[in-house]
């Protein structure tokens, strides 16, 4: 069965920090990958989302980056942190097929929860 | 561009009583998908259930049921059977023309004994 795995669970850290979370996948192959960011009591927003390895597109203008080294990896990264930066971030995977009425179903990591003093 | 809303921000339901949560949509495509997702306190997001636009027949996952009127542009969910554990954040997602789901804002509900 396929898992998705993302850490640290929580984080403080300093305004002009860098940032790196990592997600991963596990059972399957070439999945679609996406990070997602969630302020207190809202929805999602979309960061990025990749289709392939090194393949990153970006939603939202900002200064996090997203990288995907390997087949089941992607990372979110800030070269310095911001104070809005603070907030909860959740790793997606799906299995693209079909147009889009088709059921992808995007499958969610338990998150991190980012603070920044 | 797609727009989810979910009216409501939070509910208090019985236990054992059944809930609607709304949800409209807008978009232009002919061609798209309706998700809902669980968020417990704990954070985690849990699929439920889905509705494809070209389904005919209203889809159902166990408890959960949604009341899709498409003309309307509404895809309710329906939780029967309330229970303690079902009391959590519940969001609407669409997808459309894309590989990217558009959420709503969400519908904070508490389940009372």
């Known amino acids: 069965s396929q898992t998705i795995h993302q850490w640290p669970a929580t984080l403080v850290q300093p305004v002009g920090s860098p940032l790196s979370l990592e997600c991963t996948v596990e059972?399957?192959?070439?999945?679609?990958l996406y990070w997602y960011r969630q302020a207190a009591g809202r929805g999602l927003q979309l960061l990025f989302y990749s289709v392939g390895i090194g393949q990153i597109s970006s939603e939202v203008p900002q200064n996090l980056s997203a990288s995907r080294p390997q087949d089941r990896q992607f990372i979110l990264s800030s070269k310095k942190l911001l104070l809005s930066d603070s907030g909860f971030y959740l790793c997606a995977w799906s299995l693209e097929a079909g147009g889009p009425s088709a059921k992808n179903i995007q499958y969610f990591g338990a998150g991190t929860r980012l603070s920044v003093l | 561009a797609q727009k989810i809303t979910q009216t409501q921000p939070g509910m208090f339901v019985q236990e054992k009583e059944a809930v609607t949560l709304d949800c409209t949509y807008d978009t232009s495509d002919p061609s798209y998908g309706l998700f809902w997702y669980k968020q417990p306190s704990s954070g985690e997001m849990i699929f439920l259930i889905y509705?494809?636009?070209?389904?005919?027949q209203n889809a159902t996952e166990g408890r959960y049921s949604l009341n899709f009127q498409k003309a309307r542009k509404s895809a309710n969910l329906v939780i029967s059977a309330s229970q303690l554990g079902d009391s959590a954040m519940y969001f609407c997602a669409m997808r459309a023309n894309d590989y990217k789901l558009s959420f709503g804002a969400g519908t904070t509900v508490t389940v009372r004994a």
């Open positions: 059972g399957t192959s070439n999945p679609n």
């Open positions: 509705q494809g636009s070209y389904d005919q």
